[in-house]
């Protein structure tokens, strides 16, 4: 089975913080991506990158960035945490050119 | 307007019913269809995944894409309790950029 952990389930955190929001997969796929969902909103892409070292925009990037250092490992950074980005964090992976993308639990982060 | 539209319910269902979900989407260049089940408190995981239009059946479970109303329906037969969870459609024209639905809420009351 595939596995998508997520470093936290639940984190607060203080406005002006920098956030770092891990995501580990183990079936060596080459896609990660990370969404923030919301209600009445749905899942909206932030980042996601297709190979180590590699990183692409999504709808929303503003206020984050990614690191991807390994094959595995896809990290979300807030540079400095804003109340606006309280909100579920998911982490998702598949492979190359399939669609089928395994989601990890969600971080619910809270900014106050 | 946005990509996707999905009415986020609730829906509240007796158990044994037959359960209709729907979305809409207004591009057309959308190929690829999917449909998530999330459960509370836990990511979403793939239930039903359909290429271009037509119909696919999984069990209780039959998605329908009509391309050319841009509809997209799931279907749930004989719905149980353990069916109760978010169901998120999902379109894509390539797997870097998929557009998700808000979710529709499912309870299905013993």
């Known amino acids: 089975d595939v596995k998508v952990t997520q470093s936290s389930r639940y984190l607060v955190k203080r406005t002006g913080e920098k956030v770092f929001l891990e995501c580990v997969q183990d079936?060596?796929?080459?896609?990660m991506f990370w969404y923030r969902q919301d209600p009445g909103l749905g899942l909206r892409l932030i980042y996601f990158?297709?190979?180590?070292?590699?990183?692409e925009k999504g709808d929303i990037p503003e206020g984050y960035s990614v690191s991807r250092e390994k094959k595995e490992r896809f990290s979300l950074i807030l540079e400095s945490a804003s109340t606006n980005q309280t909100s579920m964090y998911l982490c998702?992976?598949?492979?190359?050119?399939?669609?089928?993308?395994?989601f990890g639990p969600g971080t619910r982060l809270t900014v106050t | 307007q946005k990509e996707v539209e999905q009415d986020p319910g609730p829906l509240s269902v007796p158990e044994g019913a037959i359960v209709s979900l729907n979305c809409t989407y207004s591009?057309?260049?959308?190929?690829?269809f999917m449909w998530y089940r999330q459960y509370s408190r836990k990511g979403p995981e793939l239930l039903m995944y359909?290429?271009?239009?037509g119909n696919k059946e999984d069990g209780r479970f039959t998605a329908q894409v009509d391309k050319s109303s841009k509809y997209i329906s799931l279907f749930i037969r004989d719905s149980q309790p353990s069916d109760s969870a978010t169901y998120l459609c999902?379109?894509?024209?390539?797997?870097?950029?998929?557009?998700f639905g808000a979710g529709t809420r499912l309870t299905v009351k013993p």
């Open positions: 998702a992976s598949c492979p190359g050119h399939s669609y089928e993308q395994y």
């Open positions: 079936m060596d796929h080459e896609n």
């Open positions: 990158s297709y190979d180590v070292k590699m990183k």
């Open positions: 591009n057309s260049a959308f190929q690829y």
């Open positions: 359909t290429y271009s239009s």
């Open positions: 999902a379109m894509a024209y390539n797997n870097n950029d998929m557009r």
